[in-house]
């Protein structure tokens, strides 16, 4: 096994560096975060750091980059308190991808990138029309991260929009795979999801079984 020390590491090239410890951490969700300023001006933006927190209460939260870096986003969900989460499925995958431009403040990345703006009645922030699972914010917490300037910021799930309710199982599992939802390595490439299986609560005393 090859073996790569820190120093080594931190002597090469900086985005040859970047993509590799990028890519080290393994498949990651890719989703589109829709949000809105007061000045009712939407934003769109792709985050491939999605972190489930618990179940109960129900907690997603993200990683946002420094602010000097990625603003607007961090800025809307501070001011609002709102913002949504959109699955992203290949038909729509290079108009996510494009989301990750440096647009301006006055741009509108729907408009931008030829993505659908979606209400929905008594709800708050945008989303994306052409996403099959959406679900809809508040916001908990934004904890800063000293270590590199970004921050986790931690929502509370309000409402799930799921296009097709043949997805969610028996046991309220979500086969997500079958809707095409993809998931990310590194900060530019995708990939598309496949189950291999699902296995039953392990136990101490027991042989694992499949479901």
């Not at 934004?142 to 097709?164: S, W």
């Not at 997500?176 to 530019?188: A, F, P, Q, W, Y």
């Amino acid at each position: 096994m090859k073996h790569f020390s820190f120093s080594e590491v931190q002597s090469w090239e900086r985005f040859y560096r970047s993509n590799f410890i990028n890519s080290l951490s393994g498949f990651k969700s890719a989703t589109l975060i829709a949000s809105i300023n007061k000045n009712q001006q939407p934003n769109l933006a792709i985050f491939s750091n999605i972190i489930h927190i618990g179940a109960d209460p129900a907690l997603v939260g993200f990683i946002n980059r420094p602010r000097a870096a990625a603003p607007h986003t961090l800025q809307n969900i501070e001011d609002t308190g709102w913002y949504s989460m959109n699955h992203i499925h290949p038909a729509i995958l290079e108009k996510a991808h494009q989301t990750s431009a440096k647009y301006a403040l006055e741009d509108n990345e729907f408009d931008a990138t030829g993505l659908s703006i979606e209400y929905k009645q008594q709800l708050r922030p945008p989303f994306v029309k052409e996403s099959s699972i959406q679900y809809c914010m508040q916001l908990e917490e934004i904890v800063p991260i000293k270590q590199n300037g970004t921050f986790l910021v931690i929502g509370a799930i309000r409402d799930v929009f799921i296009e097709d309710e043949h997805i969610i199982e028996k046991d309220g599992f979500l086969s997500i795979e079958r809707t095409g939802s993809i998931c990310s390595l590194g900060i530019d490439a995708y990939y598309q999801c496949s189950l291999i299986n699902r296995f039953a609560y392990a136990k101490p005393d027991q042989p694992t079984t499949t479901l």
